[in-house]
Antibody, heavy 123, light 108 residues
Framework: QVQLVQSGAEVKKPGASVKVSCKVSGYTLTELSMHWVRQAPGKGLEWMGGFDPEDGETIYAQKFQGRVTMTEDTSTDTAYMELSSLRSEDTAVYYC????????????????WGQGTLVTVSS | EIVLTQSPGTLSLSPGERATLSCRASQSVSSSYLAWYQQKPGQAPRLLIYGASSRATGIPDRFSGSGSGTDFTLTISRLEPEDFAVYYCQQYGSSRFTFGPGTKVDIK
């Protein structure tokens, strides 16, 4: 059973960067496709990007291109999401969530999810 | 980008009642790529339905999904106290994922 454990809450100033981690257990990171979804306070879910095994690359939502970088350390089964040039509108809970490929078929829903990491951007 | 619209925004019902939640897409979505999630306050979303109509592991059979093309429905046959939450639909298309804005099911 896959479990995802994320790093703790962060407080950042506008213009800074934040790097959130997501540790995988129960599977190896190479068996999964990691994605990141965020949720601003009182708002809905917003997909930021993730690895597409059909394309063989990480796809970023257009809104975040140039500002977000998603990386993986397969030696520790940990995924990272770094968001730069932070502004107050980036205050949100950031979730990692996975999809998998089963018998060559890429699953296009997210299960499971990490517990979330609150990032607060404030001067 | 495919836009998902959910209705109603809020559904006020009593335990034991039937809940019908709608998710409409701006263009046709493959049923294989339509999912539903439940989210309770302070918790991460939980997968309920995938492939438009298949229940995820451990999901009670009072939850069911249906639909195709641009119109999808999540039905909760008899609301239990733990079902009062926000529900999101999600689709995949053209290498992108999008979520609907959510439907809040609250206690009447």
């Amino acid at each position: 059973q896959v479990q995802l454990v994320q790093s703790g809450a962060e407080v950042k100033k506008p213009g800074a960067s934040v790097k959130v981690s997501c540790k995988v257990s129960g599977y190896t990171l190479t068996e999964l496709s990691m994605h990141w979804v965020r949720q601003a306070p009182g708002k809905g879910l917003e997909w930021m990007g993730g690895f597409d095994p059909e394309d063989g690359e990480t796809i970023y939502a257009q809104k975040f291109q140039g500002r977000v970088t998603m990386t993986e350390d397969t030696s520790t089964d940990t995924a990272y999401m770094e968001l730069s040039s932070l502004r107050s509108e980036d205050t949100a809970v950031y979730y990692c969530a996975t999809t998998v490929t089963i018998f060559g078929v890429v699953i296009r829903w997210f299960d499971p999810w990490g517990q979330g990491t609150l990032v607060t951007v404030s001067s | 980008e495919i836009v998902l619209t959910q209705s109603p925004g809020t559904l006020s019902l009593s335990p034991g009642e039937r809940a019908t939640l709608s998710c409409r897409a701006s263009q046709s979505v493959s049923s294989s790529y339509l999912a539903w999630y439940q989210q309770k306050p302070g918790q991460a979303p939980r997968l309920l339905i995938y492939g438009a109509s298949s229940r995820a592991t451990g999901i009670p059979d009072r939850f069911s999904g249906s639909g195709s093309g641009t119109d999808f429905t999540l039905t909760i046959s008899r609301l239990e106290p733990e079902d009062f939450a926000v529900y999101y639909c999600q689709q995949y298309g053209s290498s992108r994922f999008t979520f609907g804005p959510g439907t809040k099911v609250d206690i009447k």
